[in-house]
């Protein structure tokens, strides 16, 4: 009779091999004895999951590390008039002298809501990755949070002309940090 309802697709015994690889997978995440168990108490899978959470956070420090390298090297320019003043120092790097004040502030503005979305992004992260529940998941999850994280470098890298990137990066010197992060 068991065959028969595997066979013909009877809605008991699909939710029956569901209800099961649920729960063998629930088992795998915790642990099936405690011969799996870190130091005898700690489960496998809320591990993995501290783990990718301290991962992630760092992650994110990085982040805002580098806007608020950005923000302070914006802060610190004098603000003039007219259009922004580049001059070309001694040892070939580029240097801005004033800012016009719109564009300035327009500027910490930007870098405000990219600090927004990075905070956001951190505790949609952390909320994702508490409940994957799968430990093989919980590897893709943290690949594709590090995409998302990684994104607006991929555009720069893909979008931007290379003289622009040759310029940016040739020009910047470490005693001025400019407006790129080191890489």
Known sequence: MHTKQVCSGTVTAVMGTTQSDMYSSLQDYLG????????????????MVVISIVVWSLSIMSELSSTLTIVLAVCRL????????????????LKMVHVTRCRKYSFILLQLVRFGIVVLLFYTGCIYLVRTTVIADLFYNMAALAFILDMDELIFAALVPLHVKTTLYRRRDDSNPGLLPPR
């Open 32 to 47: 099936k004895d405690e011969s799996e168990f870190f130091f005898g108490f700690i489960r496998p899978g809320p591990l």
């Open 78 to 93: 004098p603000i003039g008039a007219g259009r922004p003043l580049v001059e070309t120092g001694e040892d070939d790097a």
